[in-house]
T-cell receptor
């Protein structure tokens, strides 16, 4: 069955530290992969996406993600976290149809 | 700036009431979606519409219906609200052939059924 796993429910980092949020997927076809961010009380905003080409993709707000087919992973990274990055992050996958599968989310807390 | 607008940020309704959640997009998107978001469960698709008057069931359609009379508007209807429908509801839209582009989400409606 198709699935997306975000193994970390909560992550806490200090401001200025690096960040990596994990995402693993199970999908038969070549996937389209996304990361979304949700600030408290808000909808989801697209951070970045991958569907072909360079496996390292750059997004908004200084985020990047790397697609590793051999590991079925699409981890999100940021070299230096800012307090405003505190939010919930969702990984999503689609095969190119309308239907997306979302992970259960990782809540990021940033310590001053 | 493109937008998906959900008519209410917060709603409190009584058990058994008929509830309408409205969503409007100004991007001329063909596809529109309703998700519910619950802690630990992520986002679950309730219904999807790919054109006016067209709809398809998602993963959890029970207890819900939808209406799409105009391209820009997609309504979610709780025929008889129950406490287990207390949740955050998110509307989203996309171009039909833009699955690789991603969705645009509204800000959500937090519904409490008492």
């Amino acid at each position: 069955a198709q699935s997306v796993t975000q193994p970390d429910i909560h992550i806490t980092v200090s401001e200025g530290a690096s960040l990596e949020l994990r995402c693993n997927y199970s999908y038969g076809a070549t996937p389209y992969l996304f990361w979304y961010v949700q600030s408290p009380g808000q909808g989801l905003q697209l951070l970045l996406k991958y569907f072909s080409g360079d496996t390292l993709v750059q997004g908004i707000k200084g985020f990047e993600a790397e697609f590793k087919r051999s590991q079925s992973s699409f981890n999100l990274r940021k070299p230096s976290v800012h307090w405003s990055d505190a939010a919930e992050y969702f990984c999503a996958v689609t095969s190119g149809t309308y239907k997306y599968i979302f992970g259960t989310g990782t809540r990021l807390k940033v310590l001053a | 700036d493109v937008k998906v607008t959900q008519s209410s940020r917060y709603l409190v309704k009584r058990t058994g009431e008929k509830v309408f959640l409205e969503c409007v997009q100004d991007m001329d998107h063909e596809n529109m979606f309703w998700y519910r978001q619950d802690p630990g469960l992520g986002l679950r698709l309730i219904y999807f519409s790919y054109d006016v008057k067209m709809k398809e069931k998602g993963d959890i359609p029970e207890g819900y219906s939808v209406s799409r009379e105009k391209k820009e508007r997609f309504s979610l209807i709780l025929e008889s609200a129950s406490t287990n429908q207390t949740s955050m509801y998110l509307c989203a839209s996309s171009f039909r052939r833009g699955q690789g582009i991603g969705y645009t989400f509204g800000s959500g409606t937090r519904l409490t059924v008492v």
